[in-house]
């Protein structure tokens, strides 16, 4: 990856430049059956299709603040990208009633109802479907992405030095993760390309999300994100674990 990478989005830009055709997130939803495999191509298409429409549609703005009512799951990342994108902060799991715009998905429709600003809401079903209702006083997001530009252009640089992510009541700017998902990459077992991990930690806490998609990120590996792992026995974990060609794990 190049070292002069300051941001997420930068990351990502990198990679898509590198080997745009290689696995980047594989999710696994061991409670619905869905496996769905994203290349760097897919995933910075999802990312640049949802960070337009945070900035032409919800009109988030630099240093504005989206609450994430997400678990971990392939959308989610997407979404961690987009704001990087943006350049809005991507507050997980945080306070809806003090954010600018909130995302949620299924179980967070309520609380996320006490953000006063723009209200996205995610099926979170197989293959990104459509609610069949949305949810009152919300938008649904496999309505509004598919619409938006393949490409983005942000209207103003990201800032590398200023908040870009906040989780478990910890604030850290775009350096910061990059920085930090650096650093833990080894201790991780994420030793640059070709390295896959297999992460089954929720998205809550730093070490979630380095697990399941920054670090990975960050040094040219791929992540085998987990939901519901705990409805996979051993066997079948191990069988995924050599399929899936997994050098490293977190859960």
């Known amino acids: 990856m190049n070292a002069t990478d300051r941001t997420p989005a930068d990351l990502l830009r990198s990679a898509l430049a590198a ?5 980047l997130v594989t999710f696994y939803d061991d409670a619905t059956g869905e496996r769905i495999e994203l290349s760097v191509a897919t995933f910075a298409n999802w990312v640049a299709k949802t960070a337009n429409l945070l900035q032409n549609e919800l009109s988030a703005e630099p240093g504005e603040r989206v609450a994430l009512l997400l678990p971990a799951h392939w959308q ?4 961690l990208l987009a704001c990087s994108s943006v350049g809005v902060v991507a507050d997980v799991g ?3 009633g003090a ?3 909130v995302v949620a998905g299924p179980g967070e429709f309520e609380a996320g109802l006490a953000c006063s600003g723009d209200r996205i809401a995610l099926s979170l079903a197989p293959l990104g479907r459509r609610f069949p209702t949305p949810p009152a006083g919300y938008a649904d997001y496999a309505v ?3 619409t ?4 983005f252009q942000a209207y103003a640089p990201v800032d590398p030095e200023v908040a870009a992510l906040i989780v478990a009541g910890a604030e850290y700017t775009s350096a910061e993760v990059v920085e930090r998902a650096r650093a833990d990459a080894a201790a991780l077992g994420i030793t640059g390309p070709g390295s896959r991990i297999l ?3 929720p998205y809550d806490t730093w070490e979630g999300l380095s697990a399941g998609l920054y670090s990975a990120l960050a040094t040219g590996g791929s992540v085998v994100l987990c939901r519901h792992l705990e409805e996979l026995g051993e066997d079948a974990l191990a ?3 050599e399929s899936e060609r997994v050098t490293a794990t977190a859960r």
Request: proline share 14%.
């Open 76 to 79: 989610t990342a997407v979404w």
């Open 239 to 241: 069988k995924r674990i």
């Open 19 to 23: 080997d745009p055709a290689r696995p």
């Open 99 to 101: 954010a600018d715009h």
């Open 94 to 96: 945080g306070d809806p």
């Open 148 to 151: 938006q530009g393949d490409r």
């Open 144 to 146: 509004e992405v598919p």
């Open 199 to 201: 992460s089954a930690l």
